[in-house]
């Protein structure tokens, strides 16, 4: 897997956190590191990639103009709890599916040299209009219409 204008090869690598929630412990998963698969693959690490897509610049955009942005790192659940690292994005919309389908997403802050690379991809490429659908039956304003009224 080659680096280019959109695809990014990372090494991804977790950590158990053990957490207690009242009387009980629990075993989280938080990114330890993410680092270039440019090097050595460090032990434990898992080669994923972040790939960008033109129809997802406004969702980047979004991300990018947070205070805190976040990567998404998407993981498969082989079924005894422990994460596996599957993709990465920086689509908040692609995290979310990912959660109501039951999928494990970690998050982390956006590295600077990824920043960059996806605020160049941006820049090259226009900024993407951002489409919010509103569903026709809800009025968002809470006016009341009456039909046929004044006929």
Known sequence: MQHSESIWPLYVTLKAKQVTVGRWTQTNYEVDSLLPASGEKPEGAHLVAIELF???????????????????????????????????????????????????????????????????????HGEAPIQAHRRKHIDVRGEVKARGEGA
């Open 54 to 124: 033109l129809d997802e610049r406004a969702n980047y955009r979004l991300n990018l103009d947070l205070d805190n942005p976040k990567l998404f790192i998407i993981c498969d659940d082989k079924g005894d709890g422990v994460p596996v690292p599957m993709s990465v994005t920086a689509n908040q919309n692609i995290a979310a599916g990912a959660l109501e389908g039951d999928t494990p997403v970690l998050t982390c802050a956006i590295p600077e040299a990824i920043g960059c690379w996806i605020e160049s991809f941006i820049t090259r």
